[in-house]
Every structure is written in C-alpha cells, then in structure tokens.
Nanobody
Framework: VQLQASGGGLVHAGDSLRLSCAASGITFSGYTIGWFRQDSGKEREFVGALNWNRGNTAVADSVKDRFTISRDNSDDTVNLQIYKLKPEDTAVYYC????????????????????????WGQGTLVTVSS
C-alpha cells in the first residue's frame, strides 16, 4: 500500500493551494483519510479528515476557516484545499489512511489521532513566503 500526497510547492502568502492524496494497493472505500502537517522541529499535527464512505469531514479548529477537505470519486483522491495561505502554514503535509471507517459518533475524536492511521504517504512540502 502506498499513499502519495502531491500539490505542494513554494507559494506567497494569500495564495491558494490544492493538495491531493492518491493511493495504490487500496481503494479509499472503507477508510478514513487524514491530512496532517509537520514543520521542522514541531510535532505532527492534525489538519483534516474525511470518511470516504459516509462523507463526514473534520477540520482542525485552527484552520477551519481556510482549509476544506473533499473527495473526488472520478480519480479516487482526497483533496485538501487551502485558501489564504500564511507563512505559518509552511510544513510537510502528509496524508494517511486509517485502519477502517470510523463510526459517526466518534469520527471527530478518532480522526484527529495519529495512531488511528496505519498507512502514510511521504508528504508534500508547502512553503509559504511572506
């Protein structure tokens, strides 16, 4: 199983960016797909998640006004749309797949936990210049 995050790059503050997560070896049906980010010297933090089957989404409170997460059934990808980028958004962005599809009642809690995810991609670097 391999996950591939793509779409990162060097952008200016205020720009928008769309990151995509694709998988080989699995289809996303039955999984929760999470996005996390990690800046140098910092812990990896939750950004957003999507339950592929149910369509539930969760986005971190710190970015919910600028980040959206969605799925594209045509090419089996989970996308993270980022608006109004800030220098503090600079990080490596990772996508990950959980061990299963979380139930509705605990989706918000479990989707934020790194240890709920078993497959990880290599990440895509987003650098935001001021």
């Amino acid at each position: 199983v391999q996950l591939q995050a793509s779409g990162g790059g060097l952008v200016h503050a205020g720009d928008s960016l769309r990151l995509s997560c694709a998988a080989s070896g699995i289809t996303f049906s039955g999984y929760t797909i999470g996005w996390f980010r990690q800046d140098s010297g910092k812990e990896r933090e939750f950004v957003g998640a999507l339950n592929w089957n149910r369509g539930n989404t969760a986005v971190a409170d710190s970015v919910k006004d600028r980040f959206t997460i969605s799925r594209d059934n045509s090419d089996d990808t989970v996308n993270l749309q980022i608006y109004k980028l800030k220098p503090e958004d600079t990080a490596v962005y990772y996508c990950a797949a959980s061990s299963g599809s979380f139930a509705d009642w605990d989706f918000r809690t479990r989707s934020r936990k790194i240890n709920e995810y078993v497959y990880w991609g290599q990440g895509t670097l987003v650098t935001v210049s001021s």
